[in-house]
T-cell receptor, first 113, second 111 residues
């Protein structure tokens, strides 16, 4: 059972454009929602994270939007750059016990010049 | 770059063998979690250790086991390797809060 659904599977954006990746979750006990960036051959790197008590969080060019009633959250990358080309994963955890992360299947982003 | 290190980088084993993967925690982190990432998929939670005890386990069989040492480093042991165990194995360390920081992973190939 996939508890975090991520879309799209792949995304091509022109340099300077906005990249948008969406995730939906089912488990209402989730209370922590991070985004990770992964380059080929590397481990995932924590980009930005949000908790359900806020609807938006911005760090530099990266913004998370969170809709608790719809059980959806999204990552917006403003002014996308070729160096942003990577695979992005959304994740969620319920903050109880092990804080295990449940990941989406990933979005491969390609930013073309 | 996080302060989490993993060894070895790559490993090739044959079916039925046993493997031990190692992880060194980032300074100040007292939890370690292990994840399996198959090609083209998101990481799947194997288990977590906190204060040297298992503190949660995902849907993996008992032949996946682990240890956490007093210095918070950790080992993942997999017995009776199967072809489907071929994957990138990631460890992630953190404090008792949610933030988890991943190492570079160990690429395991089972032939």
């Amino acid at each position: 059972q996939q508890q975090v659904k991520q879309s799209p599977q792949s995304l091509i954006v022109q340099k300077g454009g906005i990249s948008i990746i969406n995730c939906a979750y089912e488990n209402t006990a989730f209370d922590y929602f991070p985004w990770y960036q992964q380059f080929p051959g590397k481990g995932p790197a924590l980009l930005i994270a949000i908790r359900p008590d806020v609807s938006e969080k911005k760090e530099g060019r990266f913004t998370i939007s969170f809709n608790k009633s719809a059980k959806q959250f999204s990552l917006h990358i403003m002014d996308s750059q070729p160096g942003d080309s990577a695979t992005y994963f959304c994740a969620a955890s319920d903050g109880a016990g092990s804080y295990q992360l449940t990941f989406g299947k990933g979005t491969k982003l390609s930013v073309i010049p | 770059e996080t302060g989490v290190t993993q060894s070895p980088t790559h490993l090739i084993k044959t079916r039925g063998q046993q493997v031990t993967l190692r992880c060194s925690s980032q300074s100040g982190h007292n939890t370690v979690s292990w994840y399996q990432q198959a090609l083209g998929q998101g990481p799947q939670f194997i288990f977590q250790y906190y204060r040297e005890e298992e503190n949660g386990r995902g849907n993996f069989p008992p032949r996946f086991s682990g240890l956490q040492f007093p210095n918070y480093s950790s080992e993942l042991n997999v017995n009776a390797l199967e072809l489907d165990d071929s994957a990138l194995y990631l460890c992630a360390t953190g404090t008792s809060q949610n933030e988890q920081f991943f190492g570079p992973g160990t690429r395991l190939t089972v032939l």
